[in-house]
């Protein structure tokens, strides 16, 4: 069974910091490639980070240089290190596969996110 548990969003100032996990379940984290997607009111879903099984990085360029993506195997999780943040990155905040996971039957499956507000 798939559970993707996405956790430490909260409200912060313009500037600050915030550090992002997400529990995976199944013994699939290992070998997959893993991302951090948000979507802002209004707005479509996009993809902000991702990392491979060998924890090779790419970024969306809006977050290049302030985001950083980190994974765990041994504790199926994966973190998302964001600094220096501003209102745009204001966003429900979901961790998943990429490409996301299908569910038979289902279709994409997410998690519940976490949201992250920038705000003074």
């Known amino acids: 069974q798939v559970q993707l548990v996405e956790s430490g969003g909260g409200l912060v100032q313009p500037g600050g910091s915030l550090r992002l996990s997400c529990a995976a379940s199944?013994?699939?984290?290992?070998?997959?490639?893993m991302a951090w997607y948000r979507q802002a009111p209004g707005k479509e879903r996009e993809l902000v980070a991702r990392?491979?099984?060998?924890?090779?990085?790419r970024y969306a360029d809006s977050v290049k240089g302030r985001f950083t993506i980190s994974r765990d195997n041994a504790k199926n999780t994966v973190y998302l290190q964001m600094n220096s943040l501003i209102p745009e990155d204001t966003a429900v905040y979901y961790c998943?596969?990429?490409?996301?996971?299908?569910?038979?039957?289902?279709?994409?499956?997410w998690g519940k996110g976490t949201l992250v507000t920038v705000s003074s």
């Open positions: 998943n596969t990429d490409p996301p996971i299908l569910v038979a039957g289902i279709g994409v499956y």
């Open positions: 199944g013994s699939i984290f290992s070998i997959r490639t």
């Open positions: 990392i491979t099984s060998s924890s090779s990085t």
